[in-house]
């Protein structure tokens, strides 16, 4: 069983980039589709990004689409979010947790979550002068 833990949250100034990692501390990463999520104070809980379980293809919000960069390295059994240009409107609570994956040649990840599947407990992500 998963189960993930972030981390590389901070305050950062706008303009300014962060990296974000998502590990498991049960089962290893490997063959699983990772999502981020986000969830700013008083709205509601924001896909951002996924990656499919053998790196090959990623999709990622409107919002962050050209800023944030996903990423894996299954046998560092990490998955990274890199962002970039943050905007102080990016400031929120970010979740890495397990996603559906599409069994298409090759496979194509969602940025729907599993039903009852693995969450990390979040980092704090700040974006503020």
């Known amino acids: 069983q998963l189960q993930l833990v972030e981390s590389g949250g901070g305050l950062v100034q706008p303009g300014g980039s962060l990296r974000l990692s998502c590990t498991s501390s049960?089962?290893?990463?490997?063959?699983?589709?990772i999502g981020w999520f986000r969830q700013a104070p008083g709205k509601e809980r924001e896909e951002v990004s996924c990656?499919?379980?053998?790196?090959?293809?990623?999709n990622y919000a409107d919002s962050v689409k050209g800023r944030f960069t996903m990423s894996r390295d299954n046998a560092k059994n990490t998955v990274s979010l890199q962002m970039n240009s943050l905007k102080p409107e990016d400031t929120a609570v970010y979740y890495c947790?397990?996603?559906?994956?599409?069994?298409?040649?090759?496979?194509?990840?969602?940025?729907?979550?599993?039903?009852?599947?693995?969450w990390g407990q979040g980092t704090q992500v700040t974006v503020s002068s």
């Open positions: 990656i499919s379980s053998e790196g090959g293809d990623s």
């Open positions: 049960g089962d290893a990463l490997d063959y699983h589709t």
């Open positions: 947790a397990e996603v559906l994956e599409l069994t298409t040649i090759p496979p194509r990840c969602t940025m729907r979550a599993v039903p009852n599947g693995s």
